[in-house]
Nanobody, 124 residues
Framework: QVQLVESGGGLVQAGGSLRLSCAAS????????MGWFRQAPGKEREFVAA????????DYGDSVKGRFTISRDNAKNTVYLQMNSLKPEDTAVYYC?????????????????WGQGTQVTVSS
């Protein structure tokens, strides 16, 4: 089993930045693709970013391309999401997820493990 714990969320003004972290425990995720998803109130969970196990490949949702960057440190069993130029529409609960395949994958159903989420609120 893999446990994922997100941190780094909070309240930020539009145009600001946040860095989310996702710490994995239970086993190493160095061979797993990892992803970030988000869910706003009343909306479906949507894909934000994904990274392959080695970190050599990444993928992003259209709404965050050029503003968000996903990265990972396999030595620390941790994945990051750097979020810049934040907009009020980025407000959501952000979830980290692990895919036991190499990745990256944009499909929510391919992910096997999920964190509890961290709230990000962007004020205008």
């Amino acid at each position: 089993q893999v446990q994922l714990v997100e941190s780094g969320g909070g309240l930020v003004q539009a145009g600001g930045s946040l860095r989310l972290s996702c710490a994995a425990s239970g086993r190493t995720v160095s061979s797993y693709g990892m992803g970030w998803f988000r869910q706003a109130p009343g909306k479906e969970r949507e894909f934000v970013a994904a990274i392959s196990a080695s970190g050599s490949r990444t993928d992003y949702g259209d709404s965050v391309k050029g503003r968000f960057t996903i990265s990972r440190d396999n030595a620390k069993n941790t994945v990051y999401l750097q979020m810049n130029s934040l907009k009020p529409e980025d407000t959501a609960v952000y979830y980290c997820a692990a895919d036991t395949a190499w990745g990256p994958t944009v499909l929510l159903r391919n992910y096997d493990y999920w964190g509890q989420g961290t709230q990000v609120t962007v004020s205008s």
